[in-house]
């Protein structure tokens, strides 16, 4: 039998609202991963490329939600039949996320150090040094001299700092998959690129698969393998990231990619989204 | 020296002339001042009518504060801001106010900066309030109708609230605000950083095109280089506190001179 994929999500519908009349934020979608792999799910606001993040480990609170059809498999288990028990389990441990708004994601009255040792203590019990096993986590990320951080509050770093500590402490209990929604949205264009770096470097040095979340199309061409566009619930297109961005198939695709403004080529004005246009 | 009745070529709208922004550093338990962030250190640049100047830099260099310090939110510590040749950086409040109708500003943040409790109508009428006294309430629910309509929201927006809208609704909602007092000269400080890119093409597309109908003056202050090289005709490029390349929009991607500009050019995101 062959072994697999990482992730399985199959014909996931995700619905919100009153059953007889609902919004259908994820409408029958599928997509794989496999270990090792980086795809980009592309989107704008409401698109539901983030519910279906959510969804991933059961984070989304039902209801309002309802899981109307489809499965999730990861590593070959159902996550919608998983009891809670194993959800504990499967989050932070197998399935880490980071988010867009790292200063909302960080609480703000522990220590860095204290929120990475929770993660770390609870995911990763044989640990004997946890204390250095936070401190080689910071390292990882870029944290300079990390052993004097460990006692700073998330307000003493700057945004840029904190979505490096929201990574190691995703990093520290050694993911099979990191979920980024949007994780450079909130910050500078040039911390941008430090985070986006940052992960790039993490997917060469581990076999961590990445599925990184953004709506800026201008963020995926040297980074993730696969693209899958989405547009009102939908995947609209997928493929190889490259193949993607010289030959998009869709009208959709080809507007978000058009809206991006190119450094050097003064336009009269920016293409927008046509979505009249768009079927 | 013979003072010539014609302005002379083209006398710049805005001047900032060694403008310099300090905050205290208090500390001890008397709060004493024990030191000094210079946000805006010795910083000079003009704005001609009609022209989009852009100023460019990571948060904390001082660009947002250069801002605020134009429409008076904060005080500068020396250096002057000449508005049409006047100096308007030391007016008293009141002296001050027929610039407020003059020099508005659009935020970053289109959540934080409106208003929960009150209407779209009254957010943007309130400004008409103060400056226009003598207009009646039916004339300014027509004029803020006419504002909505001219930056692409519908009429009967007029009596919702800021939460009926999305982000780059909010940002439309702060651009009519903006423009109800009929302003020369508008600050946008990073109107659409907050935003997706494909909303942030159809606000930069608005600002264009409000900008040649209305002959708008704009200082687009923002941290990404390929939108302020779109939008802007000259552009400042700022760090710690200083401006470090002042040039044409195409100069600046084509040559860029100092180091930073090469840093920021390099971080822009490549398709």
């Known amino acids: 039998m062959s072994t697999p994929p990482l ?16 919004v259908k934020a994820v409408d ?65 441990k197998q399935i880490a996320y980071i988010f867009q708004e790292p200063s909302s994601s960080l609480n703000p009255v522990f220590t860095i150090g204290y929120q990475i040792r929770e993660a770390i203590e609870l995911h990763r019990p044989e640990v004997d040094d946890v204390k250095r096993e936070i401190i080689r986590a910071l390292d990882t990320v870029g944290i300079r001299e990390p052993a004097k951080r460990l006692d700073d509050y998330p307000h003493q770093l700057s945004g840029g700092m904190q979505q490096r500590v929201m990574i190691a402490m995703a ?43 953004t709506h800026n199309f201008g963020l995926v061409s040297d980074f993730a393998d696969r693209v899958a566009v989405m547009f009102r619930g939908k995947i609209v297109e997928t493929g190889p990231t490259a193949e993607v961005l010289r030959n998009p198939q869709h009208l959709y695709t080809r507007a978000l990619i058009e809206c991006v403004p190119k450094l050097g080529q003064k336009q009269h004005r920016l293409k927008v989204i046509d979505y009249a246009g768009i079927k | ?66 801002g605020r310090a134009i429409i008076r939110l904060v005080e500068p510590t020396a250096g002057s801001i000449l508005y049409e040749g006047r100096e308007i950086s030391r007016l008293d409040a009141g002296s001050f106010r027929p610039y407020r109708k003059k020099i508005q500003i659009i935020f970053q943040d289109p959540y934080n900066s409106l208003n929960p409790r009150l209407s779209i109508f009254e957010i943007i009428g309130e400004a008409l309030e103060i400056h226009f006294p003598a207009m009646s309430r039916g004339d300014r629910r027509a004029r803020v109708a006419e504002l909505l309509d001219k930056v692409g929201l519908k009429r009967d927006h007029l009596d919702r609230y800021p939460h009926e809208f999305s982000g780059g609704q909010r940002q439309r909602i702060g651009i009519a605000r903006a423009l109800a007092v009929d302003p020369a ?35 687009f202050i923002a941290h990404d280089l390929a939108v ?17 390349e002042a040039a044409p929009a195409e100069a600046i991607y084509e040559n860029p001179q100092h180091e930073y500009t090469r840093k920021l050019l390099s971080a822009v995101p490549k398709l």
């Open chain 1, 28 to 92: 029958g979608i599928s997509f794989e991963m496999q270990t090792g792999e980086t795809l980009a799910v592309v989107g704008e606001s409401g698109s539901g490329k983030s519910v279906t993040a959510l969804a991933l480990t059961r984070l989304l609170a039902t209801p309002p939600a309802r899981i109307v059809s489809g499965k999730i498999e990861f590593e070959g288990r159902d996550v919608l039949q998983l009891p809670d028990s194993s959800l504990r389990s499967l989050r932070g």
């Open chain 1, 171 to 213: 990093l520290a209990c050694q993911p099979k998959l990191l979920v980024a929604d949007e994780p450079t949205t909130a910050l500078d264009v040039t911390i941008q690129k430090q985070i986006i770096d940052l992960l790039k470097e993490l997917k060469q040095t581990s076999n961590m698969a990445i599925l990184l979340i």
């Open chain 2, 228 to 244: 302020v090289e779109h939008i802007s005709d000259f552009v400042l490029v700022m760090t710690n506190g200083k401006i470090v």
């Open chain 2, 185 to 219: 000269f508008i600050v946008c400080d990073e109107p659409v950083s907050a935003l997706d890119v494909s909303v942030q093409a159809q606000i930069v597309n608005l600002l264009q095109d409000l900008q040649e109908e209305l002959g708008l003056t704009y200082l």
């Open chain 1, 7 to 22: 992730l399985h999500v199959e014909n996931l519908g995700i619905h919100f609202g009153s059953p007889a009349d609902p």
């Open chain 2, 1 to 66: 020296m013979p003072e010539s009745s014609n302005s002379p070529v083209s006398e710049p709208l805005l001047k900032v002339d060694h403008l310099k922004v300090c905050f205290p550093v208090l500390g001890g338990i008397f709060r004493r001042q024990v030191g000094e962030v210079r946000a805006v250190d010795d910083v000079s640049f003009t704005v001609q009518k009609g022209q989009t100047v852009g100023l460019v830099g990571e948060s904390g260099s001082g660009k947002t504060t250069i």
